[in-house]
């Protein structure tokens, strides 16, 4: 790896350490029904997020409140001297990438397959108060 390779990794390295995340990896669900959950939450104030996510009907959005939950606990860990409740909390980012795709077939009529594509993906939700956000 060549210097200014390794000096951009160092620097992107450092401003992840001061940045409240959280990961859910391999979630068996479509990335298109992720995204619709993804959607509704991004930019809002945590426990307005916590809220719609807790009363939505959709079945991804069990998994995107305990990883919002985790994120909320990641921040708590970084901003150990600061209330949760002064710190304004938003959801900074969320994003949804495609993970991998288990490839399956199903019987079809006179001896055909059609192929199933299983899909799963990535979650990844950026924490961060609204008050750095401004500055």
Same mark, same amino acid.
């Given at each position: 790896?060549?210097?200014?390779?390794?000096?951009?990794?160092?620097?992107?390295?450092?401003?992840?350490?001061?940045?409240?995340?959280?990961? *859910? $990896?391999?979630?068996?669900?479509?990335?298109?029904?992720?995204?619709?959950?993804?959607?509704?939450?991004?930019?809002?104030?945590? /426990?307005?997020?916590?809220?719609? *996510?807790?009363?939505?009907?959709?079945?991804?959005?069990?998994?995107?409140?305990?990883?919002?939950?985790?994120?909320?606990? /990641?921040?708590?860990?970084? /901003? $150990?001297?600061?209330?949760?409740?002064?710190? /304004?909390?938003?959801?900074?980012?969320?994003?949804?990438?495609?993970?991998?795709?288990?490839?399956?077939?199903?019987?079809?009529?006179?001896g055909r397959a059609h192929r199933i594509r299983k899909r799963s993906n990535h979650v990844t939700i950026h924490v961060d108060s609204k008050v750095s956000n401004e500055n």
């Amino acid at each position: 790896m060549g210097a200014r390779k390794r000096i951009a990794a160092e620097k992107a390295k450092e401003a992840r350490k001061s940045v409240a995340f959280a990961k *859910l $990896q391999d979630v068996p669900t479509s990335p298109r029904k992720m995204r619709l959950v993804a959607d509704m939450i991004r930019g809002k104030e945590v /426990n307005l997020a916590l809220d719609m *996510l807790k009363f939505s009907t959709k079945e991804a959005s069990r998994r995107v409140e305990k990883l919002l939950l985790s994120a909320i606990a /990641n921040w708590k860990e970084k /901003n $150990q001297g600061v209330r949760m409740e002064d710190a /304004n909390l938003v959801v900074k980012t969320i994003h949804v990438d495609s993970g991998r795709m288990l490839k399956r077939l199903r019987p079809a009529p006179q001896g055909r397959a059609h192929r199933i594509r299983k899909r799963s993906n990535h979650v990844t939700i950026h924490v961060d108060s609204k008050v750095s956000n401004e500055n």
